[in-house]
C-alpha cells in the first residue's frame, strides 16, 4: 500500500500503515533497541524541569542540533539501519531529511503529551516523517483554536507523513493508556536548519 491523503481540515497528512514489511520492522525494531543510546531526557514542564515520560536519543548530521523545552540537543552519529531507512525516504519522499527524534515507550504507562513540532529551526512549514515499530499506540491530534480531533492508530511498520501546515494548524500527542501494550519505537525524520 502506498501513502493515502487522510482528510484534515487545513492539514496535510498522509499515512500507509504497511510501509515496512513485517520481517524488516521486526529486524530494525530489534537493531533499534540494543544499539541506540536511550537517555532519559529532563524537559521544562509548568516552569520546572522534570524527566520525560518515555526514553530518546536525538540523531543526525553534524551540526544539526535541536533545541525543544529549553534544552539544546546535539545529535547523536546515524547507526547505519536508520542511514538506509533516510535514504528510503529521501527517494520516495523527495525530503532530504537531516536528523531524527527517535522515542522510545517501554510500556502503556510512557507517553507524548500535547505539542506542535513548531521549532523555529524546522521552519515554517516542516515535513515530518514518523516511523512506527514495535506495539500499536493511539496518535491523536486536536487544532489549536479548539476545532475537531483526530485520533490515528500507528501499526508496526507503518508511515505517517505531517506536512503543510499541520503543526501550525494542530497539536498532537500519544496517550498513555492502562491496557496491557508492548515497547514501541517512534523515529520522526526531519530537516534541521543548520547554521542558522
Known amino acids: 500500500m502506498a501513502l493515502s491523503a487522510i482528510p484534515l481540515p487545513d492539514g496535510d497528512l498522509a499515512f500507509d500503515p504497511t510501509w515496512l514489511d513485517a520481517g524488516p520492522a521486526d529486524a530494525l ?11 532519559v531526557h529532563r524537559i521544562r514542564m509548568f516552569g520546572r524541569e522534570v524527566d520525560s515520560p518515555r526514553r530518546s536519543c536525538w540523531i543526525g548530521d553534524p551540526g ?5 523545552s529549553g534544552t539544546r540537543f546535539e545529535p547523536h552519529p546515524w547507526p547505519t539501519v536508520l542511514l538506509t531507512l533516510r ?36 521552519g515554517p512549514r516542516p515535513c515530518i516523517a514518523s516511523v512506527s ?6 496518535f491523536l491530534l486536536k487544532r489549536r483554536d479548539g476545532g475537531g480531533r483526530l485520533t490515528l492508530e500507528l501499526p508496526h511498520g507503518s ?23 508492548g515497547p514501541r519505537i517512534n523515529l520522526t525524520f526531519r530537516r534541521i536548519a543548520i547554521g542558522g
Open 64 to 68: 544539526a542540533s535541536y533545541r525543544y
Open 29 to 39: 525494531f530489534a537493531a533499534l533497541s540494543a544499539g541506540i543510546a536511550w537517555q
Open 87 to 122: 535514504v528510503r525516504l529521501r527517494a520516495e519522499l523527495g525530503v532530504d531529511f537531516n536528523s531524527v527524534l527517535a522515542n522510545l515507550y517501554r510500556d502503556g504507562g510512557d507517553r507524548m503529551g500535547w505539542h506542535s513540532d513548531d521549532e523555529p529551526e524546522l
Open 133 to 138: 515499530l514495535g506495539a500499536t499506540r493511539r
Open 159 to 181: 508511515l505517517l507523513l505531517m506536512r503543510g501546515d499541520t503543526q501550525r494548524r494542530y497539536r498532537h500527542a500519544l496517550a498513555r493508556t492502562t491496557r496491557p501494550v
